[in-house]
């Protein structure tokens, strides 16, 4: 089965610093990687994923990825946050659920990114 | 459209009371999901349901029964729940359901559940 762990459960940083929220995946089959992020009070907004390709990955918000197979790690990069940044964090592996050929997301615990003034 | 939409926003039942939450989308997604999410925690995957017949129920108590009336609705009908069943109800699509695939999952903004 896959897992998913995410290193650091909150990440304080002041604003326009670099931030790097650590995700390492388990599994023994290729992999599809996602990062959501959760602002308080609304459902998850998906970041940026890794299908296959080119090991570094952009997303939104000026938000990166990079794939490393070697290490089974997937950590999100943003050299400059802001104030609106402060949210949830979750990484996210595609697992297949037996024989019926339907995905479900595996998810780490999330990590709290707080953006201090 | 390219948003999954639920409602209601927020709901508060008693442990007697039967209600029901709604999910929609119109992006020709034929796999939708229902999730629980408590405070500080990942989602946890309830029910999967795929080209409209439930393809996952993950151990969830009989309280919660899913239906699924067409490709564009979910819904989850809620009776004599617990006060620990309280919390965020997520909603979710895909293009298809299959593990082989991508399989990039939009969220709805979720129904905030209090159960008294």
């Known amino acids: 089965a896959q897992s998913v762990t995410q290193l650091d459960s909150q990440v304080p940083v002041f604003e326009e610093a670099p931030v790097e929220l650590r995700c390492n995946y388990s599994s023994s089959v290729s992999v599809y990687l996602f990062w959501y992020v959760q602002y308080p009070n609304q459902g998850l907004q998906l970041l940026l994923k890794y299908l296959s390709g080119s090991t570094l990955v952009k997303g939104i918000n000026g938000f990166e990825a990079e794939f490393n197979k070697s290490q089974t790690s997937f950590h999100l990069r943003k050299p400059s946050v802001h104030i609106s940044d402060t949210a949830e964090y979750f990484c996210?592996?595609?697992?297949?659920?037996?024989?019926?050929?339907?995905?479900?997301?595996?998810f780490g615990q999330g990590t709290t990114l707080q953006v201090k003034p | 459209d390219t948003e999954v939409t639920q409602t209601p926003k927020h709901l508060v039942m008693g442990m007697t009371n039967k209600k029901s939450l709604k999910c929609e989308q119109h992006?020709?997604?034929?796999?939708m999901y229902w999730y629980k999410q408590k405070a500080k925690k990942p989602p946890e995957l309830m029910f999967v349901y795929s080209y409209e017949k439930l393809s996952i129920n993950e151990s969830v108590p009989s309280r919660f029964s899913p239906e699924c009336p067409n490709s564009s609705l979910l819904n989850l009908h809620l009776h004599a729940l617990q006060p620990e069943d309280s919390a965020l109800y997520l909603c979710?699509?895909?293009?298809?359901?299959?593990?082989?695939?991508?399989?990039?999952?939009?969220f709805g903004p979720g129904t905030r559940l209090t159960v008294l």
């Open positions: 992006m020709g997604h034929r796999a």
């Open positions: 979710a699509s895909s293009p298809t359901p299959s593990g082989g695939s991508s399989n990039e999952q939009f």
């Open positions: 996210a592996v595609n697992q297949v659920v037996g024989s019926s050929n339907t995905g479900k997301l595996i």
